[in-house]
């Protein structure tokens, strides 16, 4: 149980285009999502809380315009990096924690390897 | 803002071994403290968690020990084993947001 994947789990893009990514929890509802990024070697950064039906919130320095979230249910949350850059390169993980489980418990997906040319 | 502190950034132990790993917290009235585990390319797995109204929790070859007076907690790997390889990550609740603030990592090389 307790299942979330991700898609795409790699895409390549060129510089200024927009890329989606879908996180979904496979085998349970979910209160919350939760997007993070990732650097090689580095720990998990936060970058937003979103909850079905309502505004994201975005951690302190992360924008808005530039990481699009949209929560449409309580299975499904979307990510669209908007005009991608280079420096947008990283590896996006989301998590999810259920609606009948314990708070605060998290369940993350595959993560998905944005490279932008 | 919550911080957790996690120690050692790296450490290698042999196939067999007890492989150890420490992180402090902030103050917190919340009571869930994770460890998650990582493979290379792979997104986090929840391992083990502990609620502060004991003081070890055991699962498997996973031990997490607390202490809350010290605002410490710790994952023991026992019979650590090659396969055990791999980035691990504790966690603290932020608030009551539901979010979690990780440490920096521990990468663990079992040598066999």
């Known amino acids: 149980g307790a299942v979330v994947s991700q898609h795409p789990s790699r895409v390549i893009c060129k510089s200024g285009t927009s890329v989606k990514i879908e996180c979904r929890s496979l085998d349970f509802q979910a209160t919350t999502m939760f997007w993070y990024r990732q650097f090689p070697k580095q720990s998990l950064m936060l970058m937003a809380t979103s909850n079905e039906g309502s505004k994201a919130t975005y951690e302190q320095g992360v924008e808005k315009d530039k990481f699009l979230i949209n929560h449409a249910s309580l299975t499904l949350s979307t990510l669209t990096v908007t005009s991608a850059h280079p420096e947008d390169s990283s590896f996006y993980i989301c998590s999810a924690t259920p609606l009948a489980g314990v708070w605060n418990e998290q369940f993350f997906g595959p993560g998905t390897r944005l490279t932008v040319l | 803002q919550q911080q957790v502190k996690q120690s050692p950034q790296s450490l290698i132990v042999q196939k067999g071994g007890i492989s150890i790993i420490n992180c402090a917290y902030e103050?917190?009235?919340?009571?869930?403290f994770p460890w998650y585990q990582q493979f290379p390319g792979k997104g986090p797995a929840l391992l083990i968690a502990i609620r502060p109204d004991v003081s070890e929790k055991k699962e498997g070859r996973f031990t997490i020990s607390f202490n809350k007076s010290a605002k410490q907690f710790s994952l023991h790997i026992m019979d650590s084993q090659p396969g055990d390889s791999a980035t691990y990550f504790c966690a603290a609740p932020s608030g009551n947001t539901g979010k979690l603030i990780f440490g920096q990592g521990t990468t663990l090389q079992v040598k066999p």
């Open positions: 103050n917190t009235a919340f009571d869930y």
